[in-house]
């Protein structure tokens, strides 16, 4: 059994603001990607933690590229990694510079995974200091299952993805989908946020879907635009089958309003750029 994601559903799922809080009381995240060709990809996951209401967002990328990311926004606080790729060095130089109040973080937008160890040391480290994660793109590796089994962490594949992580392609039919997931999900005690058309959204036991009417998201980015929803939203709840289903509805909603305003021809910023519109009117404050 399923249910459709709607704005009383994500009503329930936001959690209110503090009349009082502090800076850091919100959300303190890190962002892991890029690479010397994907650039972008670690700019747009955080920039859409920011919008989405995150107080902090570390941005860790390569060194390569460390200049283009600081210089896009004065709003980024960028960590350099030592490495173009994700190497042994450089997770153990990244674990030991990290602060130490982080929330969550998001993996792998724009990243090259230099050896499969890198990334399972740095998993297994940020998991052990209790920070709550979300993998995406070249972090989705069949060897991070074992690892992250009973994390409450949040992978979000697209069906190329999903191939690479569980070993076959998601049925076309959206029962036979849903069922898949649901499936593979209870038995890797995750969360999976598999991204269509229709997305799914499954912990094994509460499944939501999300039906999207913005064909313009086929553009470039707007899979780290989520990576950075999806963390923002775990570092807010520790309920991580919401985190996601708020995620990804926000996400979709941003599409439909850039598409609404200038057609089949948007680009990933776009859809940042609609985040406070679409969030205001789930803001509470008490």
């Known amino acids: 059994m399923y249910n459709i994601l709607s704005p009383d559903i994500i009503r329930k799922f936001i959690p209110s603001r503090k009349i009082d809080s502090r800076k850091g009381d919100n959300g303190i995240v890190l962002v892991i990607g890029g690479s010397h060709i994907y650039h972008g990809a670690p700019i747009l996951s955080s920039l859409s933690a920011l919008k989405a209401g995150a107080d902090l967002v570390y941005t860790a990328a390569p060194k390569i590229i460390v200049n283009s990311v600081r210089s896009y926004s004065p709003n980024l606080i960028v960590i350099p990694?030592?490495?173009?790729?994700?190497?042994?060095?450089?997770v153990n130089k990244l674990l030991g510079s990290l602060p130490i109040n982080i929330d969550s973080a998001t993996i792998g937008m724009g990243s090259k995974i230099e050896d499969?160890?890198?990334?399972?040391?740095l998993i297994k480290k940020l998991l052990d200091k209790g920070i709550r994660l979300s993998l995406?793109?070249?972090?989705?590796?069949?060897?991070?299952?074992?690892?992250i089994s009973n994390n409450n962490v949040v992978v979000t594949p697209h069906s190329g993805e999903f191939k690479r992580l569980f070993g076959s392609i998601p049925p076309l039919?959206?029962?036979?989908?849903?069922?898949?997931?649901?499936?593979?999900?209870?038995?890797?005690?995750?969360?999976?946020?598999?991204?269509?058309?229709?997305?799914?959204?499954?912990?094994?036991?509460?499944t939501y879907i999300?039906?999207?009417?913005?064909?313009?998201?086929?553009?470039?980015?707007?899979?780290?635009?989520?990576?950075?929803?999806?963390?923002?939203?775990?570092?807010?709840?520790?309920?991580?089958?919401?985190?996601?289903?708020?995620a990804v509805f926000v996400n979709g909603k941003s599409g439909e309003e850039a598409q609404k305003?200038?057609?089949?021809?948007?680009?990933?910023?776009?859809?940042?750029?609609?985040?406070?519109?679409?969030?205001?009117?789930?803001d509470t404050i008490n």
């Open 210 to 246: 999300n039906k999207k009417t913005a064909p313009a998201m086929t553009v470039g980015g707007t899979g780290d635009v989520l990576s950075g929803l999806v963390a923002t939203m775990l570092a807010k709840t520790q309920k991580s089958v919401e985190a996601a289903s708020i």
């Open 116 to 121: 499969k160890t890198s990334l399972q040391i």
């Open 81 to 90: 990694l030592m490495d173009s790729k994700m190497t042994r060095g450089t």
């Open 173 to 206: 039919k959206l029962k036979d989908r849903i069922f898949t997931v649901e499936k593979l999900a209870y038995e890797n005690s995750i969360v999976i946020l598999l991204k269509g058309a229709i997305d799914i959204i499954s912990d094994g036991t509460n």
């Open 136 to 147: 995406d793109a070249s972090s989705l590796i069949d060897s991070i299952l074992p690892l």
């Open 261 to 282: 305003k200038y057609g089949c021809h948007i680009m990933a910023t776009d859809l940042i750029d609609m985040l406070p519109q679409v969030l205001k009117p789930y």
